[in-house]
């Protein structure tokens, strides 16, 4: 009984949380202006105004360029960080860990608050760079615990065999540590491009003036009025949100198959 009202709890929370958004992608499909029930049948009419209009477009090709920038910068910096983590000691070396993973403890309003009044304090100007600043610094911490969780998995032993045959440093890393780890990768990139596309909070504090996101100019539009695109826009964001975390867990999966595992297994017997 008591398993019956626990799914039953589970049930109508996953409801409670998820049929606002799919009534939203619904009404996204109304021909109606003003998103009545019944539908009046469907439409991809709202869509295509989407693409007739230049300031959603505009904030479109700023969330991808931001939303690429942020993964490819907080990807590498996380991987390396991530080595340095797992392979090394070094002095402070717990201080430096609790500093990576900092931004992940504190509320985001709180972050951005102190990133804008520091940057205040030196006089710097809110623009592009600012803003891309602040989204590695939030996305960061999350590449560096899915690769530091794939990179402590990793044996050794594998390394060591390969700089025993005479490989350097930097041969061993991209022959055998970065295409064992290449799953927790690519997951990292695709996570922390969408964390940086959804952004809605720290990017209202540090975007310049004239400048929009995805995210921001759905905010702006329902400040002004309620259009039906917000519903078209909405369904374009969810799409984008959930097919790239699924298309990262195919590729991962795909990865780590083990038709995939090749360069382990010739370590593996070299050691």
Request: charged letters at 10%; proline letters at 6%.
């Amino acid at each position: 009984m008591s398993w019956r009202l626990i799914r039953l709890a589970t049930i109508l929370v996953y409801l409670f949380m998820f049929t606002p958004v799919a009534v939203v992608v619904v009404l996204s499909f109304n021909p109606s202006e003003f998103g009545t029930f019944p539908m009046q049948g469907l439409s991809l009419h709202w869509y295509a105004e989407l693409l007739r209009n230049e300031s959603i477009v505009r904030a479109f090709q700023v969330s991808l360029l931001l939303g690429v920038l942020t993964s490819i910068i907080s990807t590498s910096c996380g991987v390396l960080a991530s080595l340095a983590m797992v392979r090394y000691d070094f002095p402070g070396k717990r201080w430096v860990s609790t500093l990576l993973v900092a931004p992940i403890l504190l509320p985001e309003v709180v972050l951005a608050v102190a990133l804008l009044l520091f940057l205040r304090f030196l006089n710097m100007p809110r623009n592009f760079w600012l803003l891309l600043f602040g989204h590695v610094t939030f996305t960061l911490p999350f590449v560096v615990l899915v690769v530091q969780a794939r990179l402590v998995s990793i044996k050794r032993e594998f390394e060591e065999a390969a700089m025993s045959l005479g490989a350097s440093s930097l041969q061993t890393f991209f022959s055998i540590t970065l295409p064992l780890m290449l799953p927790a990768v690519l997951a990292g990139m695709l996570f922390s491009f969408t964390i940086s596309f959804d952004d809605v909070t720290g990017t209202l504090f540090w975007k310049p003036g004239g400048m929009e996101t995805v995210p921001t100019q759905i905010f702006s539009m329902l400040r002004s009025s309620i259009s039906p695109q917000i519903n078209s826009l909405a369904a374009v964001m969810v799409v984008i949100t959930v097919m790239l975390p699924l298309l990262g867990m195919g590729v991962a999966r795909w990865l780590a198959s083990p038709r995939r595992r090749k360069t382990p297994k010739r370590a593996q017997h070299i050691a």
